[in-house]
Structure formats: structure tokens, C-alpha cells
């Protein structure tokens, strides 16, 4: 596991996080020294923006006081683990903090290379990636589904007494994106509108496959089983 420390916050990549990232990726397709620089393109877009999206929760965590704040990337994505609990306010804004924070980045950095496109190629494949992956990932985290940040804002706002509320909104979401996600021309045209409105110019399209239908699929299985109370896949709890 590597482990860093930045801005402060001490910060953990376990191996399996590099592993299902380069899948993600097409490593199983990467074949010539140009598809291997692409991956690592890649790798180093998603690893970029989930910290930043990470390092937007661990900094309003410590905005509300929280001086013990870590990071863990893993497979499916990252964690900031707090040390202080939050009020009902406190939580919806740091579940909002970390999309929000990824989105400004993908924004400036899409317009950016959209009004001066880099000179050398595995930049502006590393810039491109990085820019759909923050704007669209980070969309597809405020779904209202648990225990991505879309959950927890459902679950801040609807209030602690609602949990199975919150959980029956989060199944009924997972179980329809999991069975979108086979559909890849809604997800393409979807992310070709939105790119097209805001005016970027980025060749990649992230969002549909088996990851995600795994994903969801997953999801959906273990808030079924935190409605009826039963035990869950404890690494799906994580935020």
C-alpha cells in the first residue's frame, strides 16, 4: 500500500485501486507502446481526480474542526475518514464538498485544453480523461445512492429518522443505472449533450460497461440487505 501525505491529510493507495483503474482502462488491450502510454494516461487522470475529489471532503471536515482526517483510495474509488462526528448540516455539505471540488477542477481543466489544446499527445490524453472523469463521475456520485455522496445528501436531508426512506430511494436508483449501464448509447449521447453545452472539446466517454453494472448491481444488493437487516459487504459501506 503506498502511503503519502498531502496538505496535511495522511493519505493510503491500496494495490487493488491500480488494479481496477487500469482495467477500467483497457489494460487488457493496451498491446503497443501508444495504447500503453494511454493507460497510463489514464491511471494518472483517474488517480488525480479522485484525491482531489477526496481531498474536498477532508478539507471541509476540517473546516468543522476535524484535525485527524485521512484518505484511502481502494477499488471502487476513495474514502476520507473523519475522527469527529457532524451535525445534519455539517454532513450534507461535506458529502457535497468532494463532487463539487471535482467538478471545478474538470470544468477549468476541460475549458482550459478546449482554448489550448497541449502540445504532446499523452498530456492532453492524461487532460481529456481527467476532465470527463471528474465532471462525469462526479455526477454519477451525487446520484442519490448509498453510500455514494448522492446518498448521503439524500439521507442528510431526509433526516436520521427516514434511513429506510433513504434506502429504498437508493435501491430503486442503483437498480436502474445497473441496468442502464448496458445501454451505452444513452451514457454516450448523455455525456456528447452535456459536453456540447458546456462548450469542451474532450474525446473520451466514461460511465457504461461491466464496471459499472457491477457497481451498481453491488450497491443495490447491500442496501437490500441493510433494509432487511442483514450483514453487508463491508468494503461497499465505504464513502
Known amino acids: ?82 475522527s469527529k462526528p457532524r451535525t445534519r448540516q455539517e454532513d450534507f455539505l461535506v458529502s457535497a464538498a468532494g463532487p463539487g471540488l471535482q467538478i471545478l477542477f474538470g470544468l477549468a481543466v476541460g475549458w482550459a485544453i478546449t482554448l489550448w489544446p497541449p502540445p504532446w499527445l499523452w498530456l492532453h490524453q492524461m487532460l481529456d480523461a481527467f476532465t470527463v472523469v471528474s465532471i462525469f463521475w462526479a455526477l454519477l456520485n451525487l446520484v442519490p445512492v448509498l453510500p455514494l455522496d448522492g446518498g448521503h445528501l439524500c439521507q442528510a436531508y431526509l433526516g436520521p429518522r427516514k434511513k429506510r426512506q433513504a434506502l429504498t430511494i437508493s435501491i430503486v436508483c442503483a437498480v436502474t443505472l445497473a441496468l442502464l449501464s448496458v445501454v451505452s448509447d444513452i451514457w454516450m449521447r448523455l455525456q456528447d449533450g452535456i459536453l456540447s453545452l458546456l462548450d469542451i472539446d474532450a474525446g473520451i466517454r466514461v460511465g457504461s460497461g461491466i464496471f459499472t453494472l457491477l457497481l451498481f448491481g453491488m450497491l443495490a444488493w447491500n442496501n437490500w440487505k441493510e433494509l432487511q437487516n442483514e450483514p453487508q459487504i463491508p468494503w461497499m459501506n465505504a464513502r
Not at 27 to 36: G, L, V
Not at 49 to 78: K, Q, T
Open 1 to 82: 500500500m503506498l502511503r503519502f501525505t498531502l496538505f496535511g491529510f495522511p493519505i493510503q493507495i491500496h494495490g487493488m485501486f491500480w488494479l481496477n483503474t487500469a482495467l477500467m482502462g483497457g489494460a487488457f488491450n493496451a498491446n503497443t507502446p501508444e495504447q500503453f502510454r494511454g493507460l497510463l494516461a489514464w491511471v494518472a487522470a483517474v488517480l488525480l481526480s479522485i484525491l482531489i475529489h477526496e481531498l474536498g471532503h477532508a478539507l471541509a471536515m476540517r473546516n468543522y474542526g476535524d484535525r485527524r482526517v485521512g484518505i484511502v483510495l481502494y477499488a471502487f474509488g476513495g474514502l476520507a475518514i473523519g
